[in-house]
């Protein structure tokens, strides 16, 4: 067998089925939904009297149309509203929990899933959002879906996808200061052009990439998109551990022992094959700001 990249093996682990020239079945293990992409699919759910497949793989909150004031004075666009009230009832329906606007746990989406332990290394993750591609800073393949494909995988917690190449983007050097992971995927752009990562799955990797922070790595990987690459990866190492252990999402005792040997596989083999590799010199950054 060849060796894998952190993709093919992210992506052989979720395959349900696979036939040469059509998209492929994958398997979702966390399924993120917000109130702007969900209504729709959860009508299309209620016409056809179907129930989610596995309420246990989501988690809802909403997170666009919430305010960041008083939030005691109420939603005072209507529109945002009945978005955030359809949802609401839209979980009670389903019986789907939620972290409600008056809830601490509430916050945007793609904060709230890791910081809750709900995004776990190895796992497909999705949401009606395109920035859903941060959780990829814990080796996870994730992506954002349009709202036909919510209905999809609320219905069957699965989703046609077309697999994407691999591209290894590896970034060496100390960064200056005031240099940020925004600035190295700017910097990337810069060379790569706006589409340079259309149909590619990014892995970020090298020595500049291991020193960032989880939350520098979540920045770089939701900014993926920004290059028109369907998603962003890091591997798993120390800090992506120490990172989900205790959060109250996360697997205790013998299964975070189990989970930990596996995360630590999650990594590209030594000689991976990318579609594309392209380096950079994180000394030579500058701030784009």
């Not at 945002?80 to 008056?102: H, S, T, W, Y």
């Not at 590896?170 to 600035?183: E, F, I, T, W, Y």
């Amino acid at each position: 067998m060849s060796e894998q990249t952190l993709l093919d093996k992210l992506w052989s682990r979720h395959v349900v089925r696979e036939e040469a020239g059509d998209p492929a079945l994958l398997y979702i293990d966390r399924h993120l939904i917000n109130e702007v992409t969900s209504p729709q699919a959860f009508e299309g759910m209620r016409l056809q009297g179907r129930k989610p497949w596995r309420v246990s793989s989501i988690l809802a909150t909403a997170d666009h149309n919430v305010p960041t004031t008083d939030r005691r004075l109420g939603i005072a666009d209507p529109v945002a509203k009945a978005q955030v009230d359809a949802l609401e009832i839209n979980c009670q329906d389903f019986a789907i929990p939620q972290f409600g606007m008056f809830d601490p746990r509430q916050g945007i989406l793609h904060v709230v899933a890791p910081e809750q332990g709900g995004t776990l290394p190895g796992t497909t993750v999705v949401c009606g959002d395109s920035h859903t591609s941060t959780h990829g800073a814990f080796a996870a393949l994730a992506f954002g879906i349009g709202t036909s494909d919510v209905e999809q995988v609320l219905a069957t917690q699965c989703l046609l996808m077309k697999k994407p190449a691999a591209m290894l983007v590896r970034v060496d050097g100390q960064l200056a200061p005031g240099v940020s992971s925004k600035d190295i995927v700017l910097a990337l752009i810069g060379q790569i052009g706006t589409s340079g990562g259309t149909g590619y799955a990014i892995e970020f990797s090298g020595a500049s990439i291991r020193a960032l922070s989880m939350e520098a790595r979540m920045t770089l990987c939701n900014m993926a998109i920004e290059a028109g690459a369907r998603c962003g990866m890091v591997a798993v190492d120390d800090k992506t551990i120490a990172y989900i252990h205790g959060r109250p999402m996360a697997p205790r005792g013998a299964d975070w022992d189990a989970a930990v040997d596996y995360w630590r596989t999650l990594v590209s083999d030594t000689d991976a094959r990318f579609g594309r590799v392209v380096e950079l010199d994180a000394s030579a950054i500058r701030p784009m700001v």
